[in-house]
């Protein structure tokens, strides 16, 4: 039985003040946060992220055109555009469910034109990809309608193309799969590289996930985590010469990397060494949540922010400071930076006991240290995306 959309009367509302009348049917799909595993998507390696419970919610009907009118609750905003349309919307919210639409068409698949509203509550900015939800949602809502049967698999590709292609952000396919494709109460380990992938059941009981904004946006992260990718290929070309079965850095072992460390510049063999030994940690990170060791699980997080910080360099002052603080407080086990750094949000793993003094230390410190405010917000594993019928 697919969970009941979480604001499911607020969009059911929505739409009949909107079209008149009340919608099909209402998709739901979560956001995210990477537990472990930075860096690694691009470079065919391991993530390990976890659905959140914050989702962007559609409720739609179908037209008898080819018409599809969307309204976006949150944003004050509403538009129309048809199935025809051949280039993105100049308004980029609109260019989410414009560009799903696009490449399902892309694929094959016979559209309907739909009547939807959506709305959520995945913070906007904060590196949990409410984008990524907006399309897996709108990826439910259109096969739904349409009568059409995709899997997780399916929606999650379609959804990437959509960001990369149409919206014209270059990211991972990470944030699209854990949306569609969580299961509650587990973590999803997901080859980058193959796509192949597994639930790992989150074994820690009296544990939650903190995330922690820094509130600080991540301008500088577009140059800079193209120089990242540019240095990690440059590193696999140095040691491929050596290495000749080597296509990316996942193919690389740390004793490999070691022997050959006189083959790379001093920077790419930072930029490596984080890459390949985050890869060994995402894979013993997942064991550790199978087992139950949330002690071990909390050390690969800060051997994993540690790296970030002085190997990959793409953490901050700030990202430093709310991590700091977090590792400061008795309970919680483990602290790191996720998403692409400079600004953002880190991540915490933590007893329910210690939330709230986590919380109060938060709220007191980080402002003195960097006179901004975080925002806080305390997570379980939850389900992916589906949808109900009305």
Known sequence: MNPTPKHLDRVVAAFEATYGGRPELVARAPGRVNLIGEHTDYNDGWVLPIAIPYEVNVAAKTRQDDQMRVRAVDLGKQASFGLDIEEPSGDTWLRYPQGVAVMLRREGHALQGIDAVYAG?????????????????????????????????????????????????????????????????????????????????????????VVMDTTVSRALAGSEYGKRRADCEAAVQALQPHLPDVKALRDVSPEQLEEHADDLTDVQLKRARHVVRENARTLEAAAALRAGDAGRMGELMHSSHESLRDLYEVSSPDLNAVVEIASSVDGVVGARMTGGGFGGSAVALAQQSAVEPLQRVIAEQYPQRTGRHAKVFVCEADPGASFIRL
């Open 121 to 209: 509550d995945v913070p906007r900015g904060s590196g949990l990809s409410s984008s990524a939800a907006v399309e897996v949602a709108f990826a439910h809502a259109y096969a739904a309608t349409a009568g059409i049967s995709l899997s997780g698999r399916q929606i999650a590709l379609a959804s990437k193309r959509a960001e990369n292609e149409w919206v014209g952000v270059p990211t991972g396919v990470m944030d699209q799969f854990v949306s569609a494709l969580a299961r509650e109460g587990h973590a999803l380990l997901l080859d980058c590289r193959t796509l192949e992938y597994e639930h790992i059941p989150i074994n820690l009981p009296d544990m939650v996930v």
